[in-house]
């Protein structure tokens, strides 16, 4: 059964930073790309950024050159670094595992908060 | 303000049939045969309906059917269900982006 499991949020101040999670099992983490989407509350999905599995990472305009997505995959592990935090990244972030260019699993989320 | 288009909200009564359009451009749903739709319910994880346009997931029912002509896609569910009640998203690969992108989301009520 694959499994992913997100860590990591909480409540931050703008401007700062905060690095977020994904604990992967069930399937062969090495071999499928990954991608993070966050979701505010009320609002529909937004994706954030995804990483291959050579490490060719791809961001959206809104979040290119704040956020660095990367894995290990020794560990089975996504990550997200986020910098330069802004209230409009609040949201829930999920992590997925994709299946041609169609996310077939995700996480149940964490919560990131930015205020002061 | 969204890649793709959605209707906010449709309904339903159960055993009726509705269709759900998702609209886009040449460089995502119409250029690319890589159209996904997601069903979330309320403080749950998005769960995947249908990929390439019109393949269902091992589990899903075939209640749940998807098409796509030119620029846009659609989402059909037949035989409405109490459960079927939830947001569904539509995603697609944008080539623009070399990524992916969502509609709005719409708010499936089932009477």
């Known amino acids: 059964e694959v499994q992913l499991v997100e860590s990591g949020g909480g409540l931050v101040q703008p401007g700062g930073s905060l690095r977020l999670s994904c604990a992967a099992s069930g399937f062969t983490f090495s071999s499928y790309d990954m991608h993070w989407v966050r979701q505010a509350t009320g609002k529909g999905l937004e994706w954030v950024s995804a990483?291959?599995?050579?490490?060719?990472?791809y961001y959206p305009g809104s979040v290119k050159g704040r956020f660095t997505i990367s894995r290990e995959n020794a560990k089975n592990s996504l990550y997200l670094q986020m910098n330069s935090l802004r209230a409009e990244d609040t949201a829930v972030y999920y992590c997925?595992?994709?299946?041609?260019?169609?996310?077939?699993?995700w996480g149940q989320g964490t919560l990131v908060t930015v205020s002061s | 303000q969204s890649a793709l288009t959605q209707p906010a909200s449709v309904s339903g009564s159960p055993g009726q049939s509705i269709t759900i359009s998702c609209t886009g451009t040449s460089s995502d749903v119409g250029g690319y045969n890589y159209v996904s739709w997601y069903q979330q319910h309320p403080g749950k994880a998005p769960k995947l309906m249908i990929y390439d346009v019109s393949n269902r997931p091992s589990g899903v029912s075939n209640r749940f059917s998807g098409s796509k002509s030119g620029t846009s896609a659609s989402l059909a569910i037949t035989g409405l269900q109490a459960e079927d009640e939830a947001d569904y998203y539509c995603?697609?690969?944008?080539?623009?982006?070399?990524?992916?992108?969502f509609g709005g989301g719409t708010k499936l009520t089932v009477l």
């Open positions: 995603q697609s690969y944008d080539s623009s982006l070399s990524g992916v992108v």
């Open positions: 997925a595992r994709e299946g041609d260019l169609s996310l077939r699993d």
């Open positions: 990483i291959g599995t050579a490490g060719d990472t």
